[in-house]
């Protein structure tokens, strides 16, 4: 928070009408990322046990009335964990890892249908082209 109310030269400029707008922006950022996490983990997560892939997590496909509640138990318990460690710089590494691996499957993925001309795979995007998924 400190950081966020120091002078950092241009940023005054660059941020107008002044540097608590964009302040606000971060944190409403923030916040609506973490909700965004706290509604799909559970699900996503569930839906991952579903499949019978992975059999350590067949425990957490059970839904009751359409809720994952084991699911955001686990969720719960995760990420309350990664609170506990007690620093953000050393949780911040580990997730910006996890979004990174995450991205670039499915990057390597859309490349893979792509070059294997697959029947199911037809991209909608006007724009697409097999090359972007090697980025």
């Given at each position: 928070r400190?950081?966020?109310?120091?002078?950092?030269?241009?940023?005054?400029?660059?941020?107008?009408?002044?540097?608590?707008?964009?302040q606000?922006?971060?944190?409403?950022?923030?916040l609506?990322?973490?909700?965004?996490?706290?509604?799909?983990?559970?699900?996503?997560?569930?839906?991952?046990a579903?499949?019978g892939?992975?059999?350590?997590l067949?425990?957490?496909?059970v839904?009751?009335?359409?809720?994952?509640?084991?699911?955001?138990?686990?969720?719960?318990?995760?990420g309350?964990s990664?609170?506990?460690?007690?620093?953000?710089?050393?949780?911040?590494?580990?997730l910006s890892?996890?979004f990174?691996?995450?991205?670039?499957?499915?990057?390597?993925?859309?490349?893979?249908?792509?070059?294997?001309?697959?029947?199911h795979?037809?991209p909608?995007w006007?724009?697409?082209?097999?090359?972007?998924g090697?980025?």
């Amino acid at each position: 928070r400190d950081y966020l109310k120091q002078d950092h030269g241009q940023i005054n400029i660059l941020v107008y009408p002044s540097v608590m707008i964009a302040q606000i922006g971060i944190v409403l950022s923030s916040l609506g990322q973490a909700l965004q996490c706290i509604v799909v983990a559970p699900r996503l997560l569930a839906s991952i046990a579903s499949d019978g892939m992975l059999r350590f997590l067949t425990p957490l496909e059970v839904t009751h009335a359409g809720e994952p509640k084991r699911a955001l138990l686990f969720a719960y318990l995760f990420g309350g964990s990664c609170v506990l460690i007690g620093s953000l710089d050393m949780v911040a590494p580990l997730l910006s890892m996890c979004f990174l691996t995450c991205y670039a499957c499915m990057n390597l993925n859309c490349f893979v249908l792509d070059a294997l001309k697959d029947p199911h795979w037809r991209p909608r995007w006007r724009y697409f082209h097999w090359s972007i998924g090697l980025l």
